[in-house]
């Protein structure tokens, strides 16, 4: 399919994000599906977001860490920062949370979902000014590897208008992320 075919949203506009997408049918409204170069796991990804390929790394099939800039329609930007590894398993799942606490400097215990054969973890992160962030785990409960998933959300307008304007959609465009992770085990089954 030629660039001019594709649809007219960033991610499809860019020849490295557009990679990573296997459809140019939405999965939710604003969301394309799009699939690790590790092979290991799926996700929904923005419509308005783009994966620079300079804040790109992997090795192999074992580790995956993608930084991605996300203009959302109005004035708000996101941006994400996700790292799978396949060597994290259940019995890792605390410590692994307790890095993740580390990282993003808090203390407050987060909120356990069960979504499918996935066990997910999110809370908010302090914010500054009208910075909303925040802080994901996600594992399977059928196979090894994780995503740890660190969210930010810029209201991007001076301060007008936006502390409970975009408190709510930041929080949505997270768990969107975060929720739709599908994991792929060894026999390419989900």
Same mark, same amino acid.
């Given at each position: 399919m030629?660039?001019?075919?594709l649809?007219? #949203?960033r991610?499809? +506009?860019?020849k490295? #994000?557009?990679s990573f997408? #296997?459809?140019?049918?939405?999965?939710?409204k604003g969301?394309?599906?799009?699939?690790?170069?590790?092979?290991?796991?799926?996700? $929904?990804?923005p419509?308005?977001?783009?994966?620079?390929q300079?804040?790109?790394?992997?090795?192999?099939?074992?580790?995956?860490?993608? *930084?991605?800039?996300?203009?959302?329609?109005?004035?708000?930007?996101? /941006?994400i920062? &996700?790292?799978?590894?396949?060597?994290?398993?259940?019995?890792?799942?605390?410590?692994? &949370? =307790?890095? &993740?606490?580390?990282?993003?400097?808090?203390?407050?215990?987060?909120q356990?979902?069960?979504?499918? #054969?996935?066990?997910?973890?999110?809370?908010?992160?302090? =914010?500054?000014?009208? *910075?909303?962030?925040?802080g994901? *785990?996600?594992h399977?409960t059928?196979?090894?590897?994780?995503?740890? &998933?660190? *969210?930010?959300?810029?209201? $991007?307008? +001076?301060?007008?208008l936006?502390? $409970?304007?975009?408190?709510?959609?930041?929080?949505?465009h997270?768990?969107?992320?975060l929720l739709? /992770?599908?994991?792929?085990?060894?026999?390419?089954g989900?």
């Open positions: 030629k660039a001019s075919e649809p007219k #949203t991610a499809f +506009q860019d490295f #994000t557009r997408l #296997t459809s140019t049918k939405e999965v939710s969301y394309y599906p799009f699939e690790s170069k590790t092979k290991k796991y799926t996700m $929904n990804f419509s308005g977001g783009k994966v620079p300079t804040d790109y790394e992997r090795n192999e099939d074992h580790y995956e860490f993608i *930084y991605g800039e996300i203009e959302y329609p109005g004035n708000s930007i996101g /941006v920062r &996700l790292m799978y590894d396949s060597s994290t398993t259940n019995s890792s799942v605390d410590m692994e &949370l =307790s890095s &993740l606490k580390r990282k993003i400097k808090t203390e407050k215990n987060f356990k979902r069960e979504v499918g #054969t996935n066990v997910a973890y999110s809370l908010p992160i302090k =914010s500054e000014k009208d *910075y909303y962030s925040y994901g *785990y996600i399977s059928n196979s090894s590897g994780s995503i740890e &998933l660190i *969210y930010t959300e810029d209201c $991007n307008n +001076q301060g007008k936006c502390k $409970n304007l975009y408190s709510s959609s930041a929080k949505k997270f768990e969107e992320i739709s /992770v599908s994991f792929i085990n060894e026999e390419g989900r």
